[in-house]
């Protein structure tokens, strides 16, 4: 009976597989999918496709698959709530657990749309990718993440007025940029380089290379 079932939670996830694969697909270079394999959280996950965050196959389970894991009570969908990739970038992440027959949880499907592409829109349609972060009581931040959460929107800013996003710039225009930037002061901050270089899909050396 144990093979039975264990069978049948692997055809689920198989089948949710396919599903990670073409939504992933659908929205390159603007959705990451994950589907995570909750019955092995040290390497759970199963597939990602548009890899946005830099996380790989066989990566462990987020503190929500962690949740999810031990408490069968757990919401099944957490739709719209805010998230960052590494880098920094905002994400907007969808996450939906997937419960096998018994009622436990086996797996979750994970949709982090990445919203720092769409900073051109976002200038005049802010409202559209909003999240209740603003609203939520938070300990105040430290001056490190007002200057990189600052230095972010006005890289934003200056992109969108190019009518691209910071990382679709022509090099000439992530020269003027960076250059822009330098001559207002933003690299008096100590990691600005770093962010900067982030926010432009560049190397550091490079944004250095491109204020001389």
Known sequence: MEGV?????EHLIGEAEKIAV????????????????LRDPRHAIRAIENNLSGRQVGDSA??????????????????NYPNRFPDG???????????NAAGKYIAALCLNLDVSVLSPVTLTLS???ATETEHREQPPETLRDRNA??????????????????RSLSRQDKKALVRQLHQDGYFDSRDAAQTIADLLGVSRATVYNYSK
């Open 62 to 79: 987020t503190e929500l698959g962690l949740a999810r894991i031990a408490d069968p009570e757990y919401p099944s969908v957490l739709q």
């Open 89 to 99: 970038r905002p994400v907007k992440s969808t996450s939906i657990g997937l419960k």
């Open 22 to 37: 073409a939504l992933g697909r659908m929205f390159p270079g603007l959705c990451e999918v994950v589907l995570h394999d």
């Open 149 to 166: 959460r600052e230095l972010r929107h006005v890289v934003e800013k200056l992109a969108a007025e190019r009518a691209a996003t910071p």
């Open 5 to 9: 079932v264990d069978g049948a939670d």
């Open 127 to 129: 409202h559209l990718v």
